[in-house]
T-cell receptor, first 111, second 118 residues
């Protein structure tokens, strides 16, 4: 079982739709959580950190559920420019501090 | 403010040769991370340097090595190159490598070095 798991998708949605991604992690000692987006053949770019209380940045909302060990990303009013791969990232402190990237969820937003 | 920079952009080598990749972190960042991303695959953690020391490494053979210099820039060396080493090598930096909150651990990536082994 992978330490960080995501639905690979792809998710195909029309412009204006709301789409949600989930990510589960297996190490309960994980400390910090992030969402990145990666465009084809480009470097990942930080979308947002995920805080215990949940946080929102414009059309994007991230939530963390430590009890169930999952994080989520909600994108409202999808734009064509949101088409990308969304990576769930977890930092864990045991067994040596390490950053674990999920394999990513591919999103296609169509006109 | 300048972001993370990497050089070279592209590197072509033959099997058995050695490759050296370079990374300069964002000013003020002390932690540098290296990742490998083979075509169509996810990011695999390679190495983490913090304050000049190697703090952790991923599941890669010893021919992958590196170092961090006093100015926090870093170098990744890959010896005895194999065809499967062909990949995009990404460097990231963060304010701190451990402890702190999420903000201090946010990683910012450079554009990568695309290594091709023939």
């Amino acid at each position: 079982r992978k330490e960080v798991e995501q639905d690979p998708g792809p998710f195909n949605v029309p412009e204006g739709a709301t789409v949600a991604f989930n990510c589960t992690y297996s190490n309960s000692a994980s400390q910090s959580f992030f969402w990145y987006r990666q465009d084809c053949r480009k470097e990942p770019k930080l979308l947002m950190s995920v805080y215990s209380s949940g946080n929102e940045d414009g059309r994007f909302t991230a939530q963390l559920n430590r009890a169930s060990q999952y994080i989520s990303l909600l994108i409202r009013d999808s734009k064509l420019s949101d088409s990308a791969t969304y990576l769930c990232v977890v930092n864990r402190g045991t067994g040596g501090f390490k950053t674990i990237f999920g394999a990513g969820t591919r999103l296609f937003v169509k006109a | 403010e300048a972001g993370v920079t990497q050089s070279p952009t592209h590197l072509i080598k033959t099997r058995g040769q050695q490759a050296t990749l370079r990374c300069s972190p964002i000013s003020g960042h002390t932690s540098v991370y290296w990742y490998q991303q083979a075509l169509g695959l996810g990011l695999q953690f390679l190495l983490w340097y913090d304050e000049g020391e190697e703090r952790n490494r991923g599941n890669f053979p010893p021919r992958f090595s590196g170092r961090q210099f006093p100015n926090y820039s870093s170098e990744l060396n890959v010896n005895a190159l194999e065809l499967e080493d062909s990949a995009l090598y990404l460097c990231a930096s963060s304010l701190v490598g451990r402890g702190g909150g999420a903000k201090e651990n946010e990683q910012f990536f450079g554009p990568g070095t695309r290594l091709t082994v023939l």
